[in-house]
């Protein structure tokens, strides 16, 4: 499975964009971009997906790089409801690992009052 | 609209005994992939049923084992508990094996 390298922790005031960045110089052509956030005592919560364009949906923006070796997760305006451990998951479209998520250590996103 | 449910919330065992946690999923659903979150780790894939057979399996012993019935709800069976059991166990519905996974709040299992 490609890697994914993400930074440990960030912070950010409340009100504020957030852009959480990911790493994945490995990442093959079908490999789809996932990104899942788990608040404290919950499961992880799916956030958006993408291949090759950005994708916006009501929770965030992900900006993906023309080469794909890179992707951002935006969120527009952080709240402190958005406090969480952010994932970003390669998820390979077709073979005999694609049913499975595969998570790293995510960052871990403070916001600030 | 219900989303995937797991029971129960926590489990206290001790070494040696047997567990059973289990897993509705989401209306509509008929996919349902298990996980293992261990204390400040990322949630490790256990394994995923579909059709009632177990498609996909993680690097993990043969003493956890699993079902999926009919009406897609799905059990996790782990024999012989270890300590190193100890996590919070998560459960993930979805339409189909490739599709989009949803989580449940997981069940919390204490090994003593």
């Known amino acids: 499975d490609a890697k994914t390298t993400q930074p440990n922790s960030m912070e950010s005031n409340e009100e504020e964009p957030v852009h959480l960045p990911c790493n994945h110089s490995t990442i093959s052509g079908t490999d789809y971009i996932h990104w899942y956030r788990q608040l404290p005592s919950q499961g992880p919560e799916y956030v958006i997906h993408?291949?090759?364009s950005n994708v916006n949906n009501r929770m965030a923006s992900l900006a993906i790089a023309e080469d794909r070796k890179s992707s951002t997760l935006i969120l527009h305006r952080a709240t402190l409801r958005d406090a969480a451990v952010y994932y970003c998951?390669?998820?390979?479209?077709?073979?005999?690992?694609?049913?499975?998520?595969?998570f790293g250590q995510g960052t871990i996103l403070t916001v600030h009052p | 609209d219900a989303g995937v449910t797991q029971s129960p919330t926590h489990l206290i065992k001790t070494r040696g005994q047997q567990v059973t946690l289990r897993c509705s999923p989401k209306s509509g659903h008929d996919t349902v992939s298990w996980y293992q979150q261990a204390l400040g780790q990322g949630p490790q894939f256990i394994f995923q049923?579909?059709?009632?057979?177990?498609?996909q399996r993680g690097n993990f012993p043969d003493r956890f084992s699993g079902h999926q019935f009919p009406n897609y709800s799905s059990e996790l069976n782990v024999n012989a508990l270890l300590l190193g059991d100890s996590a919070l166990y998560l459960c993930?519905?979805?339409?189909?094996?490739?599709?989009?996974?949803?989580f449940g709040p997981g069940t919390r299992l204490t090994v003593l």
């Open positions: 049923y579909y059709e009632e057979e177990e498609r």
């Open positions: 998951i390669l998820r390979r479209a077709g073979g005999t690992s694609y049913g499975k998520l595969t």
């Open positions: 993408g291949l090759t």
């Open positions: 993930a519905s979805s339409l189909g094996i490739a599709d989009t996974q949803y």
